[in-house]
Every structure is written in C-alpha cells, then in structure tokens.
C-alpha cells in the first residue's frame, strides 16, 4: 500500500535550517507531481512546494520562496524540503504526498521555530 514516512523535523530557533526527508513507497513515484505540505493548528492543510515529475520546475507559495528548496531523487523515491532563514510562522507537522494530496497521509514530521 502507498505509505509516506516523514523524518527531520525539530525545534530551531527563528533564522535556522532544518532538511526535511520523506521515503514514499507503494505507487510509481516517478509519474506523479510531490509536494511538500504544512498544517498548523486551526489552520487548513497547505501545499507550500510542489515538484513536478516531467519538468522539474518548482514551485512554492509565496510565504516560502527563497527560502526553502523542493528537491526529489526518483531512484530512490525520496522526496526533500531544505527549509532556511525559518520563521516562527513556519511552525507546523510537514507531509509529503502527491500533488492534490491523492494518497492516505503519512504521520508528518512536526517543526518548530522559536522565535
């Protein structure tokens, strides 16, 4: 079955670095569009970078760009975010899935920014 195992998240303090990793398996992982989700409490589930698997081309929503970096392997179906400069906004449990959020969710890895 299509599993998302999420790893790196912590506690930084505002203007540090973390590198979030997600293994997917389950699913032909190369044919599908990633993307890098956040939920915060209260708040609605939000992709904040999206790689797609035929172009390459990134993109982020705005509360993100430039600062954090969406990268995936599709030999080893390995999906990373390497977030810097974070802020206490950035604070959330980080998912990885396909595009549209099309597969059952993983536990998330949670990070928080100090401030």
């Known amino acids: 079955q299509v599993q998302f195992v999420e790893s790196g998240g912590g506690l930084v303090q505002s203007g540090g670095s973390l590198n979030l990793s997600c293994v997917a398996s389950?699913?032909?992982?190369?044919?599908?569009?990633m993307s890098w989700y956040r939920q915060s409490p209260g708040k609605e589930r939000e992709s904040v970078a999206i790689?797609?698997?035929?172009?390459?081309?990134?993109r982020y929503v705005d509360s993100v760009k430039g600062r954090f970096t969406i990268f995936r392997d599709n030999t080893r179906n390995t999906l990373d975010l390497q977030m810097n400069a974070l802020k206490p906004e950035d604070t959330a449990v980080y998912f990885c899935?396909?595009?549209?959020?099309?597969?059952?969710w993983g536990q998330g890895t949670q990070v928080t920014v100090s401030s």
């Open positions: 899935n396909a595009a549209g959020g099309i597969f059952p």
């Open positions: 389950g699913f032909n992982f190369p044919a599908y569009g």
């Open positions: 790689l797609f698997g035929t172009d390459y081309r990134p």
